[in-house]
DNA sequence: TGTTAGCACTCGCTCGTGTCGAGTGCTAAC
DNA sequence: GTTAGCACTCGACACGAGCGAGTGCTAACA
């Protein structure tokens, strides 16, 4: 499609620009990229590349600004994947060992790696669980009115609330109610708890029965909000930092949509489950308008039986692509080492 | 110290200040805050202000704005205490009864409620606990390999870890360890665990000797990061908002210091256990270099026997003190009913 | 036929100038 | 003590000239 010379015109372009910001001349290409050609060969090239829609000016005079289709083209065809530095390397792997036994904390350490290495805004998604199950119950005791309910899933979350009462069972007693419980419950999602099943544990509690229905509303609830995906972001600061968004209202309708649950869902795009690897998404190729200056970086992660979550990196269209998509892909990499360890089964596409 | 005319006068350039961020001329004073004299006596009136050092001007012929002098002044002797909107009332009561029972989220609530009614940001500091003692500690299992370790301490807070074993013991098996645990550990701080004492307890653990060490290392680790002091932050975006932060590079500076635990506690202050009530510190009052062009408005908070905690408001020079004081104010009292709900006996300084 | 030097042209950027208006300080009159 | 009037200051804004980076076109050259 494209002879060598262009290709390395385009290619010098798109370098420079994701470097400087600025429209770059027929004169620096000449001068920094040493193409054996002048000046004015490369302007006859660089019109040939407009007409390709390639790249676009600005104004009649301006150097030459990649188009979204150039910027597509670059990351299809020119694009060379780097390997992760030694020290990036290493701080990932930092991160695992830190964190390979805090399931809760890992995704809001992943995004925080992956803005700390790119500088880019980074969004980080839970898998969807589909029927999370219950694990172990544990009732423990807190004082004469109180005590605290201890619930373990089968994805390896543990949650804890304290369950208030007008008088709670000594420590005997919650013990063999915890076992109680864990014999009826353990295994079952929060539908497969019946009728019938409700009225064997009553009788089992015998004096206790009136705890159990709290307990029972508290479990409901608890895997209720497992259910729900969490959504974690980092370094969304680091927007400042870019010309392309030094309009304060841009900057503020982005930081607005980072902060916001529903809009961080429609960023990531439902359902996202779909697409294996990493995927680029050049400006105007988003779905919403809002990014439709930006461009993202994503990729899926997928735990068997589980659902897909997703991770995810935005910046101005002129981003360093190259190392978004190593960086994005080492950390992919982390996650499924994570999920094995923890014994989730990753499925994570390969990209 | 001022007559009743120069009072009025400083009151609504301060005022005018506030809400508009332009500086005041004397005929907008005479128009919109109706005195009955005319614009060239309120001119009089300013000079003798700008001799006072309570007001000043940017350029020759510019309007008055309050000098730092004029808006401590503004705050001590003129500043009207405003009573909460009913809006804001109901927001802080339902804030208290949705995490009256989750002591972990309230501080983090407390942040976004404050930055939420005020639209500055906020930052909320946990008291620092001096000596967390272990109330309850119990064993659950979760596999072969793995068991849950759930510790609660005296100050209702609830952590939980997976240790990981070459071989877990089973169920009935970790429930006696949990009592032996609990009768050995209850009621003690981690510098109380001694030799003797867990002699005692590998007596009593048997064969099961081998899971005790690992268990004390990691209680101690838990115990050590509940001693570690959490802040939080809310609303930093907001400060894109204000025309004196228009700069880029105080913006980020800013976003900087806020992101940065080290540098929040510096904003707090340290000891900030001293002073009691509501503070109000102006522009050069701060300490920090960074912060000599902000206001900061913070109060302290105390749990008894365990420390001081700090929630504050940062804002520009210019800042709606009477909100901002009255909102702070409203957020202790709410502090101190949950910190009283949970029994933790709060001592809260009068504001 | 491809490449290059030269040149006219475009257009954003910067800087100086002029004008406008908000605001002040001073003075004289009430 | 208060006010109207007036000269003065100075930032904000608009306008225009000059500059320079960059382009497209053309003619000459290998």
Do not use: W
Not at 14 to 33: H, L, Q
Not at 234 to 252: M, Q, R
Not at 313 to 340: C, F, K, W
């Amino acid at each position: 499609m494209l002879n060598d010379r262009k290709f390395k015109i385009l290619q010098a372009i798109v370098n420079d620009y994701i470097e400087t910001a600025e429209p770059v001349g027929s004169r620096t290409i000449a001068k920094k990229y040493g193409l054996g050609v002048s000046s004015a060969t490369i302007r006859n090239e660089m019109s040939d590349l407009e007409d390709l829609g390639l790249i676009s000016q600005l104004h009649s005079s301006s150097g030459r600004v990649p188009s979204a289709k150039g910027y597509r083209f670059f990351v299809d065809s020119m694009m060379q994947r780097r390997a992760l530095a030694p020290d990036e390397s290493l701080f990932l792997q930092r991160m695992i060992i830190e964190n390979i036994f805090q399931a809760e904390y890992m995704m809001q350490e992943t995004a925080k790696a992956l803005s700390r290495l790119t500088n880019y805004p980074a969004i980080v998604s839970e898998p969807h669980m589909k029927k999370t199950a219950i694990k172990h119950v544990q009732l423990v005791p807190l004082d004469e009115k109180a005590l605290l309910l201890v619930l373990v899933t089968d994805t390896k979350t543990v949650k804890n609330q304290v369950v208030n009462l007008s008088a709670a069972p000594g420590y005997e007693t919650l013990t063999s109610l915890s076992a109680h419980l864990n014999r009826h419950l353990a295994g079952l999602s929060i539908r497969e708890i019946d009728r019938e099943r409700i009225d064997k544990m009553l009788a089992e509690f015998g004096e206790n029965a009136h705890v159990l229905m709290p307990i029972l509303g508290i479990i409901a609830d608890m895997i209720q909000a497992e259910d729900d995906v969490r959504v974690y972001t980092s370094g969304v600061k680091n927007i400042l930092a870019f010309p392309e968004f030094s309009d304060k209202a841009t900057a503020e309708k982005i930081f607005h949509a980072l902060e916001d649950r529903a809009s961080l869902f429609e960023i990531l795009g439902t359902p996202y489950a779909e697409a294996t690897g990493i995927q680029v998404i050049i400006g105007e190729e988003n779905a919403l308008d809002l990014l439709k200056s930006c461009s993202l970086i994503k990729a899926n992660y997928t735990i068997d039986n589980q659902g897909t979550g997703c991770i995810a990196l935005i910046g101005p269209m002129r981003m360093d692509y190259a190392q978004a998509v190593s960086v994005l892909s080492g950390v992919l990499t982390n996650i499924r080492h994570v999920i094995d360890a923890l014994g989730l089964r990753s499925n994570g596409g390969t990209d």
